[in-house]
């Protein structure tokens, strides 16, 4: 019981600090919103277009909704040694690297139906199946987090995070299938495309919105869940061999 009192006032107290903040909040509401008023001034079609421009905008959304903050906060609560302090918590450390991540996941999760919210005045979302869609979401944003994780326990500055969050997440942009097909991409750079998991992940929000996912459902699913796995684990090492030995 002790355990999880700690991992929720952990929780609480990150959610409060960081993303219950006004630029935060403003920066989960603004993003999506310029992604979805881009892509539709680009594309030049009417509001039909919006089902198909949905999965990229809402992935989007996750992935930086839900690095951008973590991969910072992490790494700054370690500078300043707050981090330490956590670790004295009657709490196991995946638990308390749980607590740490679960704030960014209900904020790229959140990010993800922004854009959702907004579509639903203006197109037919009718045959949108949302028992694919939550799942995918949760999923993404599950991954996205970890990743960020992953990027924060690597670096020593909160200026390195950033530089390699982008260093990651500017080429899942463009190779992960959300401007244009995979199919399209220069032979040699599709292994790269299949090794990350927003490739994946977009796939099935694509499925979902639009019913054009390219690969099986069950295979998308799967991939997306063993990335999560091998960052959280990863992650995990890297604290026990960077930051506490």
Known sequence: MKSWIAFWNI???????????????????LFPLVWVAMFFIRSGLGFESIPDLLPGVMALS???GATSVLSVTVTFEKKGRSFERLLLAPISLELLMLAKTTGAIL?????????????????????????????AVILVAV???????????????????????????????????????????PLFLRPLSYALPLTYGT???????????????GLDFLVVILFCLFLFFVSLKNVNRKWIT
Not at 11 to 29: A, F
Not at 118 to 129: E, G, K, P, R
């Open 11 to 29: 929780l609480v107290k990150d959610m409060r600090s960081y993303y219950l903040k006004p630029p935060n909040i403003s920066w989960g509401l």
């Open 62 to 64: 996750v992935l930086f």
């Open 107 to 135: 904020f790229g999760t959140i990010n993800a139906f922004v854009p959702i919210l907004i579509a639903l005045f203006v197109a037919d979302l009718s045959a949108v199946n949302w028992w694919i869609m939550v799942p």
């Open 143 to 185: 991954s996205s987090t970890f990743l960020g994780l992953f990027i924060a326990v690597s670096v020593k500055e909160v200026f390195e995070a950033q530089t390699f969050s982008n260093f990651f997440r500017f080429p899942m942009i463009f190779l992960c299938g959300l401007f244009f097909p995979i199919a399209s991409i």
């Open 203 to 217: 796939d099935i929000i694509r499925g979902a919105v639009t019913g054009g996912n390219v690969m099986h459902l």
